[in-house]
């Protein structure tokens, strides 16, 4: 993979900035200095319900927060109101705008950061994980890992398998987002590449060996405290990095970073 470096401040891109051969990328911080009132006018009962729920005061600000960004940013692609946006749901959960349509998108947050992954016509998923040192990575590695990836893991030297765990975690969690199984797919049914050296790839796939070739695997920049991928259909797409600026709010002023991938 290899970058082509910033293209000068970016605009929040619209519907057709969306290339259907692009997967825009959003990188947004949490919880945003925004007013929570300004934020749960833009969710749904139900979102709002969620963000309730939580034991921490502070995780339910950030869930309301991410739904609110995830909004703002499928309503500049679908030329909606955020409001007006509303949802369905695959039968393992994976979520879709329920006005249909060619757009595609995932979503995830961990700490105080939330990523949204946006395309045409191809499915995408996306996963975010924060580097936490009180995991016990190697014995849900011996879980959930498959044996070829337990051998790769393993083979690493020690100072590198609490940041390979989280690489190898997330790249396995985006493949199955962007499939839509959640986990009802075994994680061991299936093998990603994730050592330090090499792109990422699905290298096999159980029991139909041609699944692999379905979806491809890219690291996500997400900084140093956490680590990031993103799965989408397809062996080639131009990705484009966006962080999302709540000072704009509804929109973004930073500038989008481009790659191309492979």
């Known amino acids: 993979m290899t970058g082509s470096g910033g293209e000068g401040r970016g605009v929040w891109p619209g519907e057709h900035a969306l290339g259907r051969n692009e997967v825009h990328v959003f990188r947004?911080?949490?919880p945003g200095p925004v007013d929570?009132?300004?934020l749960e006018r833009t969710l749904s009962p139900d979102e709002r319900k969620r963000g309730r729920r939580f034991v921490s005061a502070e995780d339910g600000r950030r869930f309301v927060a991410a739904r609110t960004a995830l909004r703002c940013v499928l309503a500049r692609y679908a030329g909606e109101p955020p409001e007006r946006l509303g949802f369905?749901?695959?039968?393992r959960g994976k979520p879709a705008l329920a006005s249909g349509g060619a757009l595609r998108f995932n979503l995830a947050h961990s700490g105080s950061l939330a990523l949204v992954a946006v395309?045409?016509?191809?499915?995408?998923?996306?996963?975010l994980e924060r580097v936490r040192a009180n995991l016990e990575f190697e014995r849900l590695s011996e879980r959930f890992f498959s044996e070829a990836e337990r051998t790769v893991f393993f083979g690493l030297r020690e100072d590198l398998r609490r940041r390979?765990?989280?690489?190898?975690?997330?790249?396995k969690e985006a493949y199955l987002?962007?499939?839509g199984d959640g986990l009802a797919l075994p994680l061991d049914s299936f093998d990603v590449s994730f050592g330090p050296e090499g792109r990422p790839l699905v290298v096999a796939t159980r029991p139909d060996v041609r699944e692999r070739e379905r979806f491809s695997l890219a690291p996500i920049d997400a900084g140093p405290e956490y680590e990031a991928a993103l799965a989408f259909e397809g062996n080639k797409a131009r990705l484009i990095l966006f962080d999302f600026d709540w000072a704009v709010f509804p929109g973004t002023g930073a500038a989008p970073h481009a790659f191309s991938f492979p």
Do not use: M, N, Q, T
């Not at 369905?88 to 039968?91: A, E, F, L």
């Open 177 to 179: 987002k962007a499939r």
């Open 119 to 127: 395309a045409l016509g191809r499915e995408v998923g996306i996963d």
């Open 36 to 38: 929570r009132v300004l």
């Open 88 to 91: 369905s749901y695959g039968p």
């Open 28 to 30: 947004i911080p949490l």
């Open 164 to 171: 390979a765990f989280f690489r190898c975690w997330v790249l």
